[in-house]
């Protein structure tokens, strides 16, 4: 069955740092792209950062730039997302997608663009986040 699993969600306080893990189950990366997208309550799905697995290139949203660190464990076959300094704007289900390519405009690393759930081939359930004091 293919699937990817997230974890690594929690109710954590402002400030505070997270790493988020998602593991694919039923199929391998390979050569596609690998990406965090998150919804806040009442708001649309919100693209976060991305990392291309064969040469570990890295892609962020002008938001994420700075507090949000993507990488990969290749021997693990898991792709992490960091946050550090959480904000209570973070609060959001942060979901992993796979696509064969980036469904955004990226220059230089940054990239901007409204994104979709048919943009993406596969979807995680989500692990949710929330930043509270």
């Known amino acids: 069955q293919v699937q990817l699993v997230e974890s690594g969600g929690a109710s954590v306080q402002p400030g505070e740092t997270l790493r988020l893990s998602c593991v694919p189950s039923?199929?391998?990366?390979?050569?596609?792209?690998v990406s965090w997208v998150r919804q806040a309550p009442g708001k649309g799905l919100e693209w976060v950062s991305g990392?291309?697995?064969?040469?570990?290139?890295?892609y962020y949203a002008d938001s994420t730039v700075g507090r949000f660190t993507i990488s990969i464990d290749n021997a693990k076959s898991t792709v992490y997302l960091q946050i550090s300094d959480l904000k209570s704007e973070d609060t959001a289900l942060y979901y992993c997608?796979?696509?064969?390519?980036?469904?955004?405009?990226?220059?230089?690393?940054?990239?901007?663009?409204?994104?979709?759930?048919?943009?993406?081939?596969?979807w995680g359930r989500g692990t949710q986040v929330t930043v509270s004091s």
């Open positions: 039923g199929f391998p990366f390979g050569n596609k792209f």
């Open positions: 997608a796979v696509s064969r390519r980036l469904p955004l405009y990226c220059d230089g690393g940054i990239c901007r663009g409204e994104i979709q759930r048919s943009s993406f081939d596969f």
């Open positions: 990392i291309h697995p064969p040469g570990g290139m890295q």
